[in-house]
T-cell receptor, first 114, second 115 residues
Framework: KAGVTQTPRYLIKTRGQQVTLSCSPISGHRSVSWYQQTPGQGLQFLFEYFSETQRNKGNFPGRFSGRQFSNSRSEMNVSTLELGDSALYLCASSLVAGGQETQYFGPGTRLLVL | AQTVTQSQPEMSVQEAETVTLSCTYD???????LFWYKQPPSRQMILVIR??????QNATENRFSVNFQKAAKSFSLKISDSQLGDTAMYFC????????????FGGGTRLMVKP
């Protein structure tokens, strides 16, 4: 089975722009979660989608949003980019929600905001 | 809210030796899962081992084992026969079993395996 894929892998944007990141889960997986990783704040949960519904949301401003499509692919969008949004964005997928299934992570999208 | 603490920012071990990484957590939940993830320089997060809180037996995966002390809220990872490929950041993570797939991560421990 193919693993979790994320596109693009690298991205450079300027302040004020918006960006959309994509995550394709492992085939058959219905849960997709997003995390932000920065040197200062570490790994922080952004949100989780399951069957096209947002189940959980982390403590991030409304500039961060996401969605999930019927094929379980997920996108996250960041509007009005700030320098502090520079980070590695990781997505993870699992068969179901609830911890009894392992989450598999993608390689991440590295976003640099100038 | 849950918190996960890794008190060792960096550690080193000689190849073939054993090393233990520490993790403590704080929660009022009874249904939860604990994980150790490895993040090598490639940045790909890889699951090392998982522990269900309701299981008293410590999880083991080949050279990796945990010491799960539920009352003390401690979840340490032991790596036996360390290999150069074990060099990575190691993250301890907590998941509330009643709250979907949200992982709360510790700050990480950078492990260097020396030849």
């Amino acid at each position: 089975k193919a693993g979790v894929t994320q596109t693009p892998r690298y991205l450079i944007k300027t302040r004020g722009q918006q960006v959309t990141l994509s995550c394709s889960p492992i085939s058959g997986h219905r849960s997709v979660s997003w995390y932000q990783q920065t040197p200062g704040q570490g790994l922080q949960f952004l949100f989780e989608y399951f069957s096209e519904t947002q189940r959980n949301k982390g403590n991030f401003p409304g500039r961060f949003s996401g969605r999930q499509f019927s094929n379980s692919r997920s996108e996250m969008n960041v509007s009005t980019l700030e320098l502090g949004d520079s980070a590695l964005y990781l997505c993870a997928s699992s068969l179901v929600a609830g911890g009894q299934e392992t989450q598999y992570f993608g390689p991440g999208t590295r976003l640099l905001v100038l | 809210a849950q918190t996960v603490t890794q008190s060792q920012p960096e550690m080193s071990v000689q190849e073939a030796e054993t090393v233990t990484l520490s993790c403590t957590y704080d929660t009022s939940e009874n249904n939860y899962y604990l994980f150790w993830y490895k993040q090598p320089p490639s940045r790909q997060m890889i699951l090392v081992i998982r522990q269900e809180a309701y299981k008293q037996q410590n999880a083991t995966e080949n050279r990796f084992s945990v010491n799960f002390q539920k009352a003390a809220k401690s979840f340490s990872l032991k790596i036996s026969d360390s290999q150069l490929g074990d060099t990575a950041m190691y993250f301890c993570a907590f998941m509330n079993g009643n709250a979907g797939n949200m992982l709360t991560f510790g700050g990480g421990t950078r492990l260097m395996v020396k030849p």
